[in-house]
């Protein structure tokens, strides 16, 4: 297949350990693939788009490890040789990829990811940048998949390849095999010894919600004369802990807890929730 890939951890580094091994193991089998990520992690960016703002794409060589500096491409982009380095978010990156690469029509599967960390439950999914980049490829008409390696821990290179080859024969086989009706799928892969033999569940997103943790806390700082207030960037996932742990079977969050990978069929639309009788008026008495 002629892939577009993207991403929202950017290119290979302690925040991006997963792309570069993922992208190999594809080339591996025989693929060949278009890169346009955005140039630094962007997580729980969702599906935005820098409305008003001119983006830069810089070609450059791809590397293979997390550890090596990057190398700026000299002369005009090659898709075939380069990646492309965007200022913008992963949703952009595939407006780019689609409409700008000169592959387009060419294209027969589009993927987001492999995120560093998972992106199930409704509080990660309708966050995430890697979703969100595989939303934007579906709104545009094209196959998309979403995959998320379920840990931020730093893994065994064995685990790690053997979780590469397992995504890349299940990408190829929900591609070959596409249900009617599916626009997107979202992938959550357990790092595991037993990557390669554990089993996949089609699975539902887990409806969890915020009740007791936020994502900002108070800055300790003296308000200043205009009584402006700052808050710092400090998930508190407790409310993701505990949805996890009351998960049923079925669901995405389920499968992370029980060395399951989960496959989440997706539409590309906010579903409309069933109602009976007459909508609100919202008539104006005068």
């Not at 293979?64 to 492309?84: F, Q």
């Not at 995959?147 to 390849?161: M, N």
């Not at 802990?241 to 496959?263: F, M, Q, T, Y």
Request: aromatic share 6%; glycine share 8%; charged share 20%.
């Amino acid at each position: 297949m002629h892939i577009l890939i993207v991403n929202d951890d950017g290119p290979p580094s302690v925040s991006s350990p997963y792309f570069a091994p993922f992208l190999a193991a594809l080339h591996a089998a025989g693929h060949t693939t278009v890169v346009v990520i955005p140039d630094r992690p962007l997580p729980w960016i969702a599906k935005a788009h820098p409305v008003g703002k001119t983006l830069t794409a810089t070609p450059y060589l791809p590397i293979v490890s997390a550890h090596e500096e990057r190398r700026p491409a000299n002369g005009p982009h090659d898709p075939t040789k380069h990646w492309l380095l965007v200022d913008g978010p992963p949703a952009s990156c595939v407006q780019l990829g689609l409409f700008h690469t000169g592959s387009g029509s060419a294209f027969d599967l589009v993927i987001s990811g492999p995120n560093h960390g998972r992106n199930s439950g409704a509080l990660h999914t309708l966050s995430s940048g890697t979703v969100g980049g595989a939303l934007e490829a579906a709104l545009c008409g094209r196959r998309a998949i979403a995959l998320s390696f379920g840990s931020k821990e730093v893994q065994p290179d064995r685990r790690t390849a053997d979780a590469c080859l397992r995504s890349c024969a299940l990408v190829e086989e929900l591609a070959r095999e596409w249900a009617p009706g599916v626009e997107l799928y979202s992938v959550n892969v357990p790092m595991i010894d037993s990557v390669t033999t554990c089993p996949a569940r089609y699975t539902k997103v887990a409806a969890n919600r915020w009740s007791k943790g936020s994502l900002f806390a108070p800055e300790e700082s003296q308000e200043d004369a205009k009584g402006t207030l700052r808050f710092r960037w400090a998930p508190d996932l407790a409310d993701v802990h505990r949805s996890a742990e009351v998960s049923e079977a079925g669901e995405d969050l389920w499968c992370s807890l029980n060395e399951s990978i989960s496959v989440t069929p997706l539409k590309a639309d906010f579903a409309v929730a069933p109602t009976q009788g007459e909508a609100p008026q919202g008539l104006l008495m005068r």
